[in-house]
Nanobody
Framework: QVQLVESGGGWVQPGGSLRLSCAAS????????MGWYRQAPGKQRELVADITTGGGTRYGESVKGRFTISRDNAKNMVYLQMNTLKPEDTAVYFCCGRGYADLQYIYWGQGTQVTVSS
């Protein structure tokens, strides 16, 4: 089993920055990719960004150029640096992980709220 715990959410004004962190524990060797999804009220969960153990990254179109995902494999941590935040970035952000053979993310954190408003 793998446990994922997010931290770093909160409230920020438009144009501000936040950094989310996710700590993984348990059967860490099973994790190949880690990432972040978000879900706003009334909307589907969407990919924000993800990263493999080799450093390959993907970003959702709406966050490209503003968000940066990084990973510390030695510490079993993944981070999401969010800059130039917009009100439409308001959502619950979920950390996720999957093994190499998994076609979709199977490990999920509880989520952390990010609110962008003035």
């Amino acid at each position: 089993q793998v446990q994922l715990v997010e931290s770093g959410g909160g409230w920020v004004q438009p144009g501000g920055s936040l950094r989310l962190s996710c700590a993984a524990s348990g059967t860490i060797l099973r994790i190949y990719a880690m990432g972040w999804y978000r879900q706003a009220p009334g909307k589907q969960r969407e990919l924000v960004a993800d990263i493999t153990t080799g450093g390959g990254t993907r970003y959702g179109e709406s966050v490209k150029g503003r968000f940066t995902i990084s990973r510390d494999n030695a510490k079993n941590m993944v981070y999401l640096q969010m800059n130039t935040l917009k009100p439409e970035d308001t959502a619950v952000y979920f950390c996720c992980g999957r093994g190499y053979a998994d076609l979709q993310y199977i490990y999920w954190g509880q989520g952390t709220q990010v609110t962008v408003s003035s």
